[in-house]
């Protein structure tokens, strides 16, 4: 934000009107001079005669008793002019103003003086702040508001904001947090935008008030709590990245990361290591070659049009490639094999962070990875040319298209057995529950990723984007399992006990015939550890419990409904007294004789197959 405001200073100007629409008019104008150092130097406050009804009075308190004698606006239309002139216009929504003086000045024939430019301290507000609504910036600003939705109060609340504003910049223009904040690359989803740039306001001061919290709190409606966690981790994650840009973390620098950390709930367990712990030796000038892999903090997108702009060349990983740039060194993906192959060194983002920082600038064209979309076969070439080589593109791509698809047919590349290697960050605890939950990682959908607990749509996106980040890197051929170096038997059948004399595990027919339907076919928490004495085992295939539903279950159910509705004819007709003409008695009938008729043909379908078997 820089300083506009011409010699003769600034006019904040508030309107109040009977509505938004091209047809409603200004009941009330105020407005605020301010000089160029932004003292007060006048206020003017006047009542319009809308020449209309006035709807809203409930909003700004204004009255048609209230204006019977009040000017119209043509009348005050040179006053006003006067106000604003050789001035530059503020306003909150300076659009709505301006839109309102023109219209005002077109019907009353006259020539059209408002300003073009003018300071909106609404569009201030989204940038510095994330709010739009003057009453929530004046809450962060802790500016109180005399009179809401008065025009002369309003001016001079905007006028104070205005103030704070450029106090703020002065003031914080060199505080790190500030300085790092807006560095961060935009994450692209509006919800998730607005939340962060509310977060970035509220930790200026290394804290969070309880104003702030309850407006950071209305921006994550419509996120999931465990997005809300992704998010903070996420933006403290990239804090520390853009910190060590310049080479070091200060004492100071390190004090207030931990500090935001702290403020967000973030795990700091080896979040401030030094990237560079040995002279790795690694130089970077215009025209080197650079790979990037695995799910950066900072989006790999961002990390491309970086080094493209300090004249590096990103792509693939080739015998002159100068760095390969890896989320965990330690990784083993097919662009870290072939690294390790080539000698290429492997370092995190943060040390990529200082190796460009330490270039100065330069001036490339951009160079992407021209093969990075290729492992994935149902990109169409408009979805290539849309998602460009970046992973997180492909994965949502992926999720909005194929929810429910096994995670390994997203590429010919990948098989079920494959696994996403462990990353050193926060994600790593999902993946452990996902291989938990699925052993055969990649057999799992993403509409399965986000039933885990502690994923929503963000965490599921980033676990999905290590998938993309395997078929694209390469996935290395799974370990053999010992069962190929052995052949392992074939999984034992269930035991099924056969009916034996005098067995207490011995059961009837009719307890096959009224099995419960919605019992499990997995073994009771009640039932035996082991199979009882006297029982055999009979292939899977021809095992009773594959054949216990159907008609046995059609017939347990059709006798429970008619043994129910027999019930309700009971109490209908004695206990109410209802007549057998009535609606619900007439239904009631129909149900038990269908019921009746359901029981009767599935229990004797239901005994057939008992005797055939």
């Known amino acids: ?176 947090i500030e300085q790092l904040s807006r560095a961060l690359p935009s994450s692209g989803e509006w919800g998730e935008e607005t939340y962060r740039r509310r977060l970035a306001h509220a930790l200026k001061d290394k804290e969070i008030t309880r104003d702030e919290a309850r407006l950071l709190e209305a921006a994550a409606t419509g996120l999931a709590a465990e997005d809300v966690e992704a998010i903070n981790e996420e933006f403290t994650r990239q804090l520390v990245v853009e910190a060590w840009a310049d080479g070091v973390i200060t004492d100071d620098e390190r004090a207030e990361l931990l500090a935001v950390a702290a403020a967000l709930g973030v795990n700091t367990a080896g979040l401030l290591e030094d990237p560079q712990t040995d002279d790795d030796g690694v130089v970077l000038k215009p025209g080197d070659r650079v790979a990037l892999t695995g799910a950066l903090d900072i989006p790999r997108d961002a990390w491309t049009e970086r080094a493209t702009a300090a004249g590096l060349d990103v792509g693939g990983v080739t015998k002159k490639c100068a760095v390969l740039v890896a989320a965990n060194p330690d990784s083993m993906s097919g662009k870290a094999r072939k690294a390790r192959e080539y000698g290429v060194p492997i370092v995190k983002e943060t040390r990529f962070a200082q190796l460009i920082a330490a270039m100065g600038s330069g001036s490339a064209g951009a160079i992407i990875d021209a093969t990075a979309t290729a492992p994935f076969s149902w990109l169409t070439p408009e979805d290539a040319q849309r998602t460009g080589a970046s992973p997180a593109q492909i994965a949502a791509l992926w999720i909005a298209r194929n929810p429910e698809r096994p995670l390994y047919e997203m590429s010919d590349h990948l098989r079920p057995e494959h696994r996403p290697e462990a990353t050193g960050t926060g994600i790593d605890k999902y993946l452990d529950a996902w291989r938990e939950q699925h052993p055969l990682m990649l057999k799992a959908s993403a509409a399965d990723l986000l039933q885990l607990r502690g994923v929503g749509e963000k965490r599921c996106n980033k676990l999905v984007e290590l998938i993309v980040e395997l078929a694209a890197d390469g996935a290395p051929e799974p370990a053999a399992p010992k069962a190929l170096e052995e052949p392992a038997p074939e999984p034992l059948p269930r035991p099924v006990a056969t009916p034996v004399p005098g067995s207490p595990y011995a059961y009837s027919a009719a307890d096959e015939l009224f099995e419960d339907p919605l019992a499990s076919s997995s073994t009771p928490s009640n039932a035996p ?85």
């Open 529 to 613: 550890a082991s199979a009882p004495p006297n029982t055999v085992t009979v292939p899977d295939a021809e095992s009773p419990a594959k054949k216990r539903n159907g008609a046995a279950r059609v017939c347990k159910w059709s006798a429970i409904t008619m043994a129910v509705t027999a019930v309700l004819i009971i109490v209908l007709g004695a206990g109410l007294g209802m007549p057998g003409e009535h609606p619900v008695a007439i239904t009631v009938a129909l149900v038990f004789m269908g019921a009746a008729l359901s029981t009767t043909l599935s229990g004797i379908v239901a005994v057939i197959k008992l005797l055939r078997k």
């Open 1 to 176: 934000m820089s300083a506009v405001g011409q010699d003769s200073g600034y006019a904040v100007i508030d309107l109040e009107t009977t509505g938004f629409g091209k047809f409603d008019r200004i009941v009330e104008i105020g407005v605020v001079q301010l000089g160029p150092d932004l003292s007060a130097e006048r206020t003017w406050r006047t009542l319009v005669q809308p020449m209309r009804d006035i709807p809203n009075t409930h909003i700004h308190g204004i009255s048609a008793t209230d204006v019977v004698d009040a000017p119209t606006f043509d009348q005050v239309a040179d006053e006003l002019r006067g106000l604003l002139q050789g001035r530059t216009p503020v306003a909150h929504n300076a659009s709505f103003e301006k839109r309102f003086l023109q219209t005002e000045l077109a019907r009353a024939g006259m020539a059209n003086w408002v300003p073009e430019a003018w300071v909106d301290t609404m569009r201030l507000a989204r940038e510095y702040m994330g709010v739009g609504k003057l009453s929530e910036a004046l809450a962060l600003a802790n500016i109180t508001n005399k009179r809401a939705h008065s025009a002369l109060a309003d001016a001079e609340a905007t006028a104070e904001l205005l103030r704070y504003f450029y106090s703020q910049q002065a003031r914080q223009a060199g505080t790190r």
